[in-house]
Each structure stands twice: as C-alpha cells, then as structure tokens.
C-alpha cells in the first residue's frame, strides 16, 4: 500500500497570487497524477507528473498555469499560477505502479479557496 | 468524446437492503473500470476494479458487474449499513482515469 500525504491541507489565497502544493508518498511509486475536484463536480485529471521530464498535461491544461515538478520517485509539486475564483478546487494527488493489479492510491487533498 | 455517467439522484435506501449504482459509459469499452467511495472532505478510496473481459467481481459486500453490450457496469452494496453512506465513484481506465459524477449513498437504520 502506498500513504500520501498533502500539504497544505487547505488554504485561503487572494486573486493574482500562485501556491505550490506538495505531494508526498511514504514509498517509490511509478506513476504520479495530480487530479482536480471542483465544487460540487467529480475529479478531472489534470497532468501526469513524470520523474525527470517534463509533465504531460490533459487537454485544457497548460504547464504555464500549472507547473508540476517531480524531483524523485516519491514526491511531486504542483504549482496553481496567477490564482483567479475559477481555481477553488480540491486539488489531489493519486499514485500507482505500472501494475495494474496493484491498487491506485488518492491522497487527502488541498482545499483551495481563492478569494 | 467519451461520457461516463452516473446517477446524480441521491439514493436514499434502509438498512440491510442492497443498494444498486449504475455507470453507463459511451464509445469503445474501457480495458478497466473501477469504482471508488469518496467521504466528504475527504480523497477517493479504491473499491474494486473489473476488467473487460471480466463479467463479475466481489469483495466481501460488494459486487461489480461489467456489460460491455449495454456499456454498463452495476456496483451493490448488500446488506448496506449507516457506514456505507458515502458518495460512489465510477472511473474508466487505469492511472488516468476519467470519473463520473458520482452517486451519493445514504443508509438510514
């Protein structure tokens, strides 16, 4: 099994302004995904996070809004630019391996409100 | 392009009784679709993935059936309890998954 954690767990951000969130897991995970939840609505899947290349992001996001690194096996960030109301979201992390019997994890979520 | 659609109702059910959610898909079968419950405030916890060429699949209360003729697959909770209530997600794929809206379950003693 794999623990994910999140951080910040929620947070209340102004107009124009960007957070970074980080997403941990406690072991080496193949793949990395950052997902989206906005109010209300069901998760949406925003890029996939790729060791030491560049992220491949879904159609109707870009890297310039929002940028993703991932360092290692185990850790991953993505970043929210230049915040507008439209970005209040749940913002989630999921993990696997390239196993498809292996389960997909989710971690807790960042609550973003952007005021 | 392709849709995944779940019930938006909530369904409201007794319990002991089986709940039954359904997911209806459209275009080519996915190779996987699996289904999650999601508490409030909370990330998706996985549930049960059913291959395509799978009919049927179950762990302890739960079932999943997969009909790639009527693009459906079904999801029961037998003998539902209060702690089963929760929102139930349908998702096609594997890794990149594409999810339904969800279904809100809600178990009443």
């Known amino acids: 099994s794999a623990v994910i954690s999140q951080k910040p767990s929620r947070d209340i951000c102004q107009r124009g302004t960007s957070l970074t969130i980080q997403c941990q897991v406690d072991s080496q995970v193949t793949m990395m995904f950052w997902y989206r939840q906005q109010p209300g609505q069901s998760l949406t899947l925003i890029a996939t996070a790729n060791q030491g290349s560049e992220a491949t992001y879904e159609s109707g996001f870009v890297i310039d809004k929002f940028p993703i690194s991932r360092p290692n096996l185990t850790f991953s960030t993505l970043t929210v630019s230049n915040m507008s109301p439209e970005d209040s979201s749940i913002y989630l992390c999921?993990?696997?391996?390239?196993?498809?019997?292996?389960?997909?994890?989710f971690g807790p979520g960042t609550r973003l409100t952007v005021l | 392009s392709q849709k995944i659609e779940q019930n938006s109702e909530a369904l409201n059910i007794q319990e002991g009784k089986t709940a039954t959610l359904t997911c209806n898909y459209t275009?080519?079968?996915?190779?996987?679709l699996q289904w999650y419950r999601q508490d409030p405030g909370r990330g998706p916890v996985f549930l049960l993935l059913i291959r395509e060429n799978e009919k049927e699949k179950r762990k302890e209360r739960l079932k999943v059936t997969f009909d790639t003729t009527l693009k459906q697959s079904l999801f029961h909770i037998t003998a539902s309890q209060p702690a089963d209530s929760a929102t139930y997600l349908c998702?096609?794929?594997?890794?990149?998954?594409?999810f339904g809206a969800g279904t809100q379950v809600v178990v009443t003693p």
């Open positions: 999921s993990v696997g391996t390239s196993d498809t019997t292996d389960t997909q994890y």
């Open positions: 998702a096609r794929g594997w890794g990149k998954l594409q």
């Open positions: 275009n080519y079968s996915p190779a996987y």
